[in-house]
Structure formats: C-alpha cells, structure tokens
C-alpha cells in the first residue's frame, strides 16, 4: 500500500505540474493576443493622437522619428536630393529603403498607421522571443542547479515562468505601448536587439550575427553586445559560478574518500567550459554579415554622398551630439551649457566611460551573460546621447528574464514609483516650459536626472541580487 500510495501521489504531483505549465502556456497566449487587440483598437480609435505622440521628444529622437524618416524618403525619391541634406534624417540608408515606402498613404490609410502596424508585429515578435529565451533559460539554470543537488530548487523554479513574465512585462508595459503607436523607429531595434539574444542562447549563430549587425549599424550602442554574446556562445546560457561546481565535487570528493577510501569525485557535478570554435564561427558570421550590409549601403548611397557621407551623417551624428534638443536624457543640456572649448575633452569623456564599464563587468558576470547583456543594454540607454522609453521598455523587458534569481531587489517599489512618476511628470514638464512659458528647461531637465538616477539605481540594485543569489547558492555549497 505504501508504494501505491507514493506513485499515486508522484502521479498527482506530475498531473498537477502539467496542468499548470498548460494553464500558463493559455494564459500567455490569452494576454499576448489581448496586447495586440489593445493596440489595434488604440490605433483604429485614436488616429490623430498617434500624430500628438509622434512628437514627443521621450518617444521620438532624431534618429528614431518615423516624420525624419519620411522627409528623408521624400528627399530621396521625389526631389532627387541626399536624404541627409539638411539636418533631418540621420538613420541607416537600409532602414530608409525598408520603411520609407511605408510612409506613404495607401488605400486611403495614412502612413503612419501602415508603420504602427508593422510595429505592432515587431513587438509581438520580440516577446515570443522573450518567452523562448527565457525558456532556455530557466531550463539550463535548472539543469545546472540539478547537478549541484539542489533539488528543491529546481521545484521552485517552476513556479515563475521567467519567459512568460518577461514576454507579457514587455507587451503590456506602457513604454513598449506608447513607443509602438508613437511613430518611432525603436521597436525595429528593440526586436533585433532581443534577435541576437536569443540567437546566442539557442547557439543560432547566423542569427546571432545576423540580429547583431543590424541592430549596430542601425543605432550603434548594441555594439557593445558582442561581449555577452560571445560568452552565451562559448559557455553557454546563465548558470552558477564555476567555483561552486569546483567546491560542490572537491566536497564530493571529500566525502567518497571518507567513507570508500576512493577519490573520485561525482560525474554529475559539471561546469561549462568556454568553447572557442562556436565563438569563432560567430566572428565569421559577423565579418560576413557587416561586409554584405556595407555592401548594401554602398549601393544605396553611392549617389547620395558615398558611404563616407553616411557614417559622417549616421555615426558621426550619435558620437558628436550635434543635434541639442531636449530629451530625456542628460547630455542635451550639459552641451548646451559647456563651453565649446571644452566640447570634445566632454565627449570623449562621456563615450569612454561605457567602454571602462564594459571589462570588469565581464569579469565578474562572465558566468551569467545573458544578465550581462541586460546590464550593458541599461548602461547604454543611460549613457546614449539619444535616449527614449524605448530603451527602458527594452530593459524591462529583458529584467523579466531573471525573476526567479532578482526576487530580492531592495528598491523595486522605489524603482516603479519613479519610473512612473517620471514618466507622468516629463510630459507636464516640458508642456509648462515649451507650450505654458510658465517654466524653464531647469524643470524639464530635472525630470530627466530623475531618470538617469533611477537607471542607475535599478542597475546596481539588479546586479547587488544577482551576487548576493550566487552568494546563497555558494553558502548552500558549503552547508551540504
């Protein structure tokens, strides 16, 4: 009786777990398809104020406004001009030949609405990526807990749906909403980015590369994903330090030569080891894919100006801060005030600190890449000289991921609080000091500290939870 008892009472425990991976896996599509209605429904309703949205300088910057790219599709093509004559369009020639003709009214339907549809499926796209990584995920940081005994853990694991949460956190956040309807170019790059993401733990190389490539030549600051990309390549996704794997089969070990006299430690205890053909295949993919985008490019400016033209006009534009127009972000005030002697010394002071943050934090999270593509993504969309809410729903999105381990972040109702009170209080800002005249710049710029602030906070918050969990897992190592 006893062990019927037992496998019934397995068999319950399995019937009850596949029930609730089914109920999830209804529920995520329930709420993914309720996203896309939602956004169709604001889209078909609200048509004009898709065009009030369109310019708010927290959605559209000038390198991700949908009208800049439209003047510069109308320049090309109906006045014969350079699309970068003049100082409105500053993006990837790619990307203008992709949507500019999407700009155009047809059948009646304005141009914006065909680009916020196309957007629409951006977004839907990059969750269902979301849910897959996360899957991959939480399934390999499972597996890698299981080998260090830690089996409890991986029953509670279960629990939270880290690619569901992730996927749903991304499609209903109002910063992802407001940035799809508000004819702004960013959910191209927030899909591509999250492209190469999942490419890099699925060991999809060319997709890797190919989402990479992209995502650079269109904004540049996703440059500095190559680092984590690689580590997801050569280790393998997010799992504990290779030090606990080292203590957990010394201990094993130990334990074997006690009670056998043998001294072989437990087989199942492993660790990743950095795998370099994987990476270097994705160099090649990358070498291959740069080379036909620039080849692309070629072909698209050689009557424009010539590819120099392009990067001066592109590159040169994000590096040089030449457009001061307010945004959220910081460095469109500070260059406004800075004395022009000092211009350059600033710039490349401000530039160079991404790339000073870049190393140590690969040393330290190498075990965890994917967590540290998300820690560059945020140090960059603080950092950029164009930032939008693009950039924090892109970071929330892929903050979903690591639930499981970042349940115990010290300033997450602080850090909700602020981000919705910047977010309320930017607008009201910036229409007392452009529209009432009842303000200055002083009170639209303090909105954007606010921001900046509460991104570096949820920064160091993030990655304090996610040591502090290794610390845990390495205190457990010890205690068993």
């Known amino acids: 009786m006893s062990k019927a008892s037992e ?13 609730a991976v089914s109920i999830n896996k209804i529920s995520f599509w329930k709420w993914g398809i309720a996203s896309i209605i939602f956004r169709l429904t604001l ?17 559209s910057t000038p390198l991700t406004s949908l009208r800049r790219l439209s003047e510069g599709y109308w320049l090309k093509n109906n006045a014969s001009i350079s699309p970068y004559a003049g100082s409105m369009y500053h993006g990837s020639p790619l990307l203008l030949s992709l949507l500019g003709p999407l700009t155009l009214p047809r059948n009646g339907i304005p141009g914006h609405i065909l680009c916020s549809l196309l957007f629409v499926v951006a977004d839907f796209a990059a969750a269902l990526l979301l849910k897959a990584t996360g899957q991959t995920l939480q399934s390999a940081y499972g597996r890698s807990l299981k080998s260090l005994g830690f089996d409890e853990d991986v ?25 799809c309807l508000g004819s702004s170019t960013s959910p191209v790059e927030n899909f591509l980015v999250i492209l190469s993401i999942y490419g890099a733990c699925k060991r999809l190389i060319p997709l890797a590369a190919i989402g990479w490539v992209l995502a650079t030549h269109i904004s540049l600051y996703p440059a500095v994903l190559i680092i984590p990309l690689s580590l997801l390549i050569g280790y393998g996704p997010d799992a504990p330090s290779k030090k606990l794997f080292l203590l957990k089969r010394s201990s094993k070990a130990a334990e074997s030569s006690v009670g056998t006299g043998s001294k072989h430690s437990n087989p199942d205890v492993t660790a990743s080891h950095f795998s370099w053909r994987p990476v270097l295949m994705f160099l090649l993919w990358t070498s291959a894919w740069s080379f036909y985008v620039l080849v692309l490019c070629v072909i698209s400016v050689r009557q424009d100006g010539g590819i120099k033209e392009m990067f001066k006009r592109t ?32 710039l490349l002071v401000i530039h160079i600190n991404i790339i000073f943050m870049i190393l140590p934090l690969a040393i330290r999270l190498k075990h965890r890449p994917c967590f540290l593509a998300f820690v560059y993504v945020a140090i960059c969309s603080m950092l950029k000289t164009y930032p939008s809410v693009a950039d924090s729903a892109l970071c929330l999105g892929l903050l979903g991921l690591f639930i499981n381990q970042l349940a115990e972040m010290h300033f997450s109702f602080v850090l909700f609080c602020g981000f919705v009170g910047v977010n309320l209080l930017s607008p009201v800002m910036h229409n007392l000091w452009i529209w009432r005249g009842t303000g200055n710049a002083n009170f639209y710029f303090a909105t954007a500290i606010a921001y900046a602030a509460l991104q570096i906070i949820l920064v160091v918050d993030s990655t304090s939870a996610m040591l502090n969990c290794d610390r845990k897992l390495k205190k457990l190592c010890t205690a068993s």
């Open 43 to 59: 889209i078909y309703f609200f048509p004009n104020n898709l065009t009030q949205l369109a310019s708010r300088p927290e959605l």
């Open 7 to 19: 496998f019934m009472k397995e068999e319950g425990e399995e019937m009850k777990s596949s029930m």
């Open 155 to 179: 029953k509670t694991l279960g629990v939270y749906s880290s690619g569901d949460i992730a996927a749903l956190v991304f499609l209903w956040n109002p910063l992802t909403i407001i940035t």
């Open 315 to 346: 590159y040169g534009f994000i590096l040089t801060v030449e457009d001061l127009s307010p945004n959220i972000g910081v460095f469109w005030y500070f260059f406004a005030e800075v004395f022009e002697f000092f211009r350059n010394f600033f």
